[in-house]
C-alpha cells in the first residue's frame, strides 16, 4: 500500500487482553477518494440508527474481500490466515468515528494469545470465533484500544470540519434547480399571474389577510432538568453546538439576551474556557443588542500538530440587573490545523537524541473502566535506535498512583514519535490523579526523562447515529449559479450592497454578456446552525449534502421566480401599464422569509 494513499498506519504491539495474553493491532486510515459512490435511497421503514448497505466503490474496497464479506473491514488473523471478521458497524457504533467508516481497516493478529485462549476461540465446529469469554475480552481490548486514539480523533474532526462547512454540490444542485424551473412551466396552470390572467380570481383578491406568526418556543430543560426560572436568559447567533476554528482565521459569534430589551440591564459579561487553552483568544465588544465574541487561535511557531484537534468549551457568564442568579451560555470549541498550509519539514532524527517530551494536550484524563488513554511522546532520536537485542535505547515508563495502578505500556517510535497507551481499570476512582515518568535510557548511561499527570473522571455518554441517502436529477442550466462564503461578504452583489449573516441570496439579471446570475449565500447564519446541528447529531455526509442541496435548490428556484416576476413587470411599465414593480429591499427581505421558511420546514420535517 503506497504511503501516498493513507492519512495514517499505526501498530500496537503488544495490547493486553486481560488474562488471556497479548495480541497486536494495526490500524489504518486511507485518504478519501475524489469520487464518492452513487447514493442509493434506503427503505422507508429503517430505524434512525440503523446501518445501511453502501453501494459503489470505497477507498478500502481494492483491499476487501469478495462483494459477500466486502464490509468486513476489521479481521482477525492466526498464523496469518483470517478466521474472524467485523463489518463497519464496530466503527461506527463502538469507535463513534461515523465519518471514517468508509477509509478505515483494522488488522488484529492474535498469536499472542495463550494455547487454551486460541483454543476456545478455534472450536472445531465453527467456521469463525467462538463467541464466549476469550472473545468478549477481545473484542472489548481492541475497542478500547481504537476508541479514544488521538490521531483518529483528529482524522474524525477534520472530517466533521469538512461536513459541517459543506459547501453545495453545484451539479446536484443545478439537476434539482433545473427540475424545478423544467416542473414549474410544465405544470403551470396560468400562462400569467394575478390579474393579468383572465379569470374568476386574482391574486389581489387571495391576499387580503395576513398571517399570524407563533412566536419561538424555548426550552431551557425538561421537567427532569432543574427548576422553573424567571428573567432573561442567555443566546448565541449563530446559534451552533460547535465553533470550529482553523489557526490564524477569526470566527465571530454574537451573544444575546432573550428577551433582547433585557440586555441593557447587563451588569457583567464573562467569557471563559474550560480547559483554558493558552493560544486560543476571546475577545468581546458591547453591542446595544449583544456583544459581538471575535475567537481566535494563534498558532505558535514551534506548534506540534500532533495536539490537534483541540477541545475545550466556550463559557459565557452574564449578570443582570435584579436577578440573583447568574446566567450561563456553553459551547464546544474545535480547533483543527489548517488545511491551506503545507505540512512542516520533518526533524532531522539523531544517532544520540536530545530530547524527549510529551506532545499531547494536557490535562490527561483517564475514564475508570473506559477505553485506553493515547499520551503521545516525541524524541529526536532515529527508530532503529530501539531495535535490536540488546537496543541501543529503551524506554521505561513509571506509574506512581495512591490507589489501583493501570496497566500500560510504550509503543516503537515511528519517525521519532510513539505513544504511551494506559489502559484504564474499573478500580481507579474519579478524583485520583496518576503520576507518570518516561525515561528513555542509552546504553552509554545517558537518560532523557520527562513526565505528565493523567487525572482520573467520569465517564462521557455515547452518541447516536442515523442515515438517509439523496438523490437528483440533470439538464443543461440556462443561468449561472454562485456560491458567497464569509470571505465574499464585502463583494457588492448582494441587491447591489454588502452581504450580512442575514441575506440569504440574490440575482443579478442578464445583460448581453452574461446570463441570469443566481448568488447563494452559503454562510447565513441559520444555514451555518442548521448545518451544525446535523452534524451534531452524528447525521451521514451523504445526508447532510442532501439536505444542504435540497436548500439551495430551493432558494435559487425562488430567486429564479422572483426575477420573472421582476421581468414581468418591467415589461409591463413598458407598455405603459401600472405596474408596481418590487424593490430591491422588498426582494431582499423576502428571499430571507423564505429562507428561513426552509429552514424550519427541514428542522421540523427531519
Given amino acids: 500500500m503506497d504511503k501516498a494513499e493513507r492519512n495514517l498506519d499505526k501498530s500496537f504491539a503488544s495490547p493486553t487482553v486481560e488474562g488471556y495474553g497479548t495480541v497486536t493491532i494495526r490500524v489504518v486510515v486511507l485518504r478519501k477518494s475524489t469520487s464518492e459512490p452513487p447514493p ?7 430505524e434512525p440508527d440503523e446501518l445501511l448497505p453502501e453501494k459503489g466503490d470505497r477507498p478500502v474496497s481494492t483491499f476487501l474481500e469478495e462483494p459477500k464479506r466486502g464490509r468486513q473491514c476489521c479481521v482477525f488473523l492466526i498464523n496469518g490466515q483470517r478466521q474472524h471478521a467485523w463489518d463497519y458497524a464496530f466503527i461506527v ?38 463467541e464466549g469469554k476469550v472473545y468478549e475480552a477481545l473484542a472489548a481490548r481492541v475497542i478500547a484500544t481504537l476508541k479514544d486514539d488521538p490521531d483518529l480523533k483528529r482524522l474524525e474532526e477534520e472530517a466533521e470540519d469538512d461536513v459541517s462547512s459543506l459547501q453545495a454540490g453545484d451539479e446536484a444542485v443545478k439537476a434539482q434547480l433545473d427540475q424545478l424551473i423544467q416542473e414549474h412551466h410544465d405544470q403551470a396552470g396560468r400562462v400569467l399571474q ?53 489557526p490564524d482565521e477569526t470566527r465571530r459569534v454574537t451573544v444575546s439576551s432573550k428577551p433582547e430589551a433585557c440586555w441593557s440591564d447587563l451588569e457583567n459579561l464573562t467569557i471563559a474556557f474550560d480547559p483554558p487553552i493558552t493560544e486560543l483568544r476571546a475577545s468581546h465588544m458591547m453591542q446595544i443588542t449583544g456583544a459581538e465574541v471575535s475567537l481566535t487561535f494563534d498558532e505558535p511557531a514551534d506548534f506540534d500538530e500532533d495536539e490537534y484537534p483541540i477541545d475545550t468549551t466556550l463559557r459565557a457568564a452574564a449578570a443582570f440587573k435584579g436577578f440573583a442568579d447568574p446566567r450561563l451560555l456553553e459551547r464546544r470549541v474545535v480547533v483543527n490545523r489548517s488545511r491551506t498550509r503545507p505540512p512542516k519539514p520533518p526533524k532531522p532524527l539523531l544517532e544520540v537524541p536530545t530530547f524527549l517530551r510529551v506532545t499531547s494536550r494536557q490535562p490527561i484524563k483517564v475514564v475508570p473502566g473506559g477505553p485506553d488513554v493515547h ?27 495512591a490507589g ?34 518516561v525515561d528513555a535510557r542509552g546504553t552509554d548511561g545517558k537518560t532523557l526523562t520527562t513526565g505528565f499527570l493523567a487525572c482520573v473522571v467520569e465517564p462521557v455518554t455515547p452518541r447516536r447515529v442515523e442515515d438517509k441517502p439523496p438523490g437528483g436529477a440533470q439538464r443543461r442550466p440556462p443561468y449561472q449559479l454562485l456560491y458567497i462564503r464569509s470571505g465574499d461578504w464585502s463583494q457588492e452583489t448582494c441587491w447591489d450592497g454588502a452581504w450580512t449573516g442575514d441575506d440569504s441570496g440574490s440575482f443579478e439579471s442578464p445583460n448581453e454578456r452574461t ?23 452524528r447525521l451521514a455526509e451523504s445526508t447532510i449534502e442532501h439536505r444542504v442541496n435540497r436548500y439551495t435548490a430551493h432558494v435559487a428556484f425562488h430567486l429564479y421566480q422572483m426575477y420573472l416576476k421582476k421581468r414581468e413587470c418591467e415589461s409591463g411599465a413598458k407598455v405603459g401599464a401600472i405596474v408596481d414593480a418590487p424593490t430591491d429591499d422588498q426582494m431582499r427581505d423576502e428571499i430571507r422569509r423564505v429562507a428561513n421558511t426552509l429552514i424550519k420546514l427541514m428542522q421540523v420535517s427531519q
Avoid at 201 to 230: F, H, I, K, R
Avoid at 378 to 387: F, H, I, Q, S
Avoid at 521 to 532: E, T
Wanted: aromatic residues 8%; negative net charge; contains cysteine.
Fill in 40 to 46: 442509493e435511497e434506503g427503505p422507508a421503514d429503517a
Fill in 404 to 437: 489501583a495502578t493501570p496497566n500500560f505500556f510504550a509503543t516503537s517510535p515511528v519517525d521519532g514519535r510513539f505513544e504511551v497507551l494506559i489502559q484504564s481499570s474499573p478500580a481507579l476512582k474519579p478524583g485520583e490523579q496518576l503520576k507518570f515518568t
Fill in 194 to 246: 394575478g390579474h393579468s390572467q383572465p379569470g374568476d380570481e386574482s391574486w389581489q383578491s387571495l391576499t387580503d389577510g395576513s398571517l399570524s406568526q407563533v412566536g419561538d418556543v424555548v426550552v431551557a430543560g425538561d421537567s427532569s432538568t432543574g427548576t422553573p426560572a424567571d428573567g432573561p436568559f442567555l443566546l448565541m447567533r449563530p446559534d451552533v453546538s460547535t465553533i470550529r476554528l482553523r
Fill in 375 to 401: 499520551v503521545k511522546l516525541r524524541w529526536d532520536g532515529k527508530d532503529e535506535l530501539t531495535v535490536g537485542t540488546p537496543p541501543l535505547w529503551a524506554f521505561d515508563v513509571r506509574c506512581e498512583a
Fill in 93 to 130: 457504533r463502538d469507535l463513534g468515528l461515523k465519518y471514517l467508516r468508509n477509509r478505515m481497516l483494522v488488522v488484529v493478529d492474535v498469536d499472542g494469545l495463550h494455547p487454551e485462549a486460541v483454543a476456545e476461540l478455534m472450536q472445531g465446529t465453527r467456521h469463525q470465533f467462538y
Fill in 515 to 537: 446570463p441570469l446570475t443566481i448568488f447563494v449565500n452559503q454562510d447565513m447564519d441559520i444555514l451555518v446552525a442548521f448545518r451544525d446541528s446535523l452534524v451534531a447529531r
